[in-house]
């Protein structure tokens, strides 16, 4: 029977992890998992338990909270050439879960408790980002930079918990929208210019609470899609936002996309970045897959 150190965010969910968290963790002494938990208590913290729990030899370091809370624990339990130290796990119990889209992993936690035990390890890529200061992080689902990135920034700048602050800041990057001269270069190709309203490289097809960004994304083949947003005005921007739901924003001659090793991102004036969904420092930045990088009970 594998141990599990077990990493919750009784944040996640407006509150609702740490409600629930009693239940769950009576689910998982009934199906005879051995297991030590700990709370996290701030941003980052999920990462220093998991890289911690690592350390100790713990087989299976399992999140408990939403997409942000996954992410944290991977940073944890990868090391700095892109291998897995040991197995992560998931509950996820936040509002998006694009994890569960991208990953198979199961949206009921009762199942997904169940997989804890009886599930099978899979090895998947991750992705990468990676700034001129030193700073990396790995992503699950995707990492972009531009006006996602701006809602990202300004949710948290608002503060607060929930939908409500994350519609007020899309609300408000569209009013401030406007697309940036950028410069992008993958795969070493000749760097080409262009006003930017974002670029995504998506290790997943989904991302931001189902929006279906990347279709064709498959997070074992190897690469990440790179989906690039040209010169939308605030208008044309408002009018497009709600088709990527379906993914038929790539219907928009000003939307392209392509299978990347990597894509370095720059340009005169700074863009606001986020690796899933966390928003992270300004460009230059550069995103790259790490293949079979991350090994998951699922």
């Given at each position: 029977?594998?141990?599990?150190?077990?990493?919750?965010n009784?944040?996640?969910?407006g509150?609702?992890?740490?409600r629930?968290?009693?239940?769950?963790?009576?689910e998982?002494?009934?199906l005879?998992?051995?297991?030590?938990l700990?709370?996290?208590?701030?941003?980052g913290?999920?990462?220093?338990?998991?890289?911690?729990?690592?350390?100790?030899?713990w087989?299976?370091?399992?999140?408990v909270?939403?997409?942000?809370?996954?992410?944290?624990?991977?940073?944890?339990?990868?090391?700095?050439?892109?291998a897995?130290?040991?197995?992560a796990?998931?509950?996820?119990t936040?509002r998006?879960?694009?994890?569960?889209r991208n990953?198979?992993?199961?949206?009921d936690w009762r199942?997904?408790?169940r997989?804890?035990v009886?599930?099978?390890d899979?090895?998947?890529?991750?992705?990468?980002?990676?700034?001129?200061?030193g700073?990396?992080?790995?992503?699950v689902?995707?990492?972009g930079a531009g006006?996602?990135?701006?809602v990202?920034?300004?949710?948290?700048?608002?503060?607060?918990t929930g939908?409500?602050?994350?519609?007020?800041?899309?609300?408000?990057s569209?009013?401030a929208?406007?697309?940036?001269?950028?410069?992008?270069q993958?795969d070493?190709?000749?760097?080409a210019?262009a006003r930017?309203?974002?670029?995504?490289?998506?290790?997943?097809?989904?991302?931001?609470?189902?929006?279906?960004?990347?279709?064709?994304?498959d997070p074992?083949?190897?690469v990440?899609?790179?989906?690039v947003?040209?010169?939308?005005?605030?208008?044309?921007l408002l009018?497009?936002l709600?088709?990527?739901?379906?993914?038929?924003?790539?219907?928009?001659?000003?939307?392209?996309?392509?299978?990347v090793?990597?894509?370095?991102i720059g340009?005169?004036?700074?863009?606001?970045?986020?690796?899933?969904?966390?928003?992270?420092?300004?460009?230059?930045?550069?995103f790259?897959v790490?293949?079979?990088?991350?090994?998951?009970?699922?």
């Amino acid at each position: 029977m594998t141990r599990a150190f077990i990493v919750v965010n009784p944040a996640a969910g407006g509150g609702r992890t740490g409600r629930m968290w009693r239940r769950l963790a009576h689910e998982l002494s009934r199906l005879g998992l051995p297991f030590e938990l700990a709370e996290t208590r701030c941003r980052g913290h999920a990462t220093e338990l998991a890289r911690q729990a690592a350390s100790a030899g713990w087989p299976l370091v399992v999140a408990v909270g939403g997409d942000g809370t996954l992410n944290e624990v991977v940073n944890g339990v990868t090391d700095t050439r892109g291998a897995p130290l040991a197995t992560a796990g998931a509950i996820l119990t936040g509002r998006g879960r694009d994890a569960c889209r991208n990953l198979g992993l199961a949206a009921d936690w009762r199942l997904a408790a169940r997989r804890l035990v009886g599930g099978v390890d899979a090895l998947l890529d991750l992705g990468v980002a990676e700034w001129p200061a030193g700073e990396r992080r790995y992503f699950v689902n995707a990492a972009g930079a531009g006006f996602d990135a701006a809602v990202a920034r300004r949710a948290v700048s608002r503060g607060g918990t929930g939908t409500l602050p994350y519609l007020r800041a899309v609300v408000e990057s569209l009013a401030a929208h406007r697309a940036i001269p950028a410069t992008l270069q993958a795969d070493g190709a000749a760097e080409a210019s262009a006003r930017l309203t974002a670029a995504v490289a998506a290790n997943g097809a989904y991302y931001g609470g189902g929006m279906r960004i990347a279709p064709s994304a498959d997070p074992a083949d190897g690469v990440l899609d790179l989906v690039v947003l040209g010169d939308l005005g605030r208008a044309e921007l408002l009018r497009w936002l709600p088709t990527v739901y379906r993914g038929r924003h790539l219907a928009n001659p000003k939307v392209s996309t392509r299978r990347v090793l990597r894509v370095s991102i720059g340009g005169a004036s700074p863009l606001p970045t986020h690796v899933d969904g966390e928003a992270a420092a300004d460009t230059p930045v550069t995103f790259r897959v790490c293949p079979r990088a991350l090994r998951l009970r699922r």
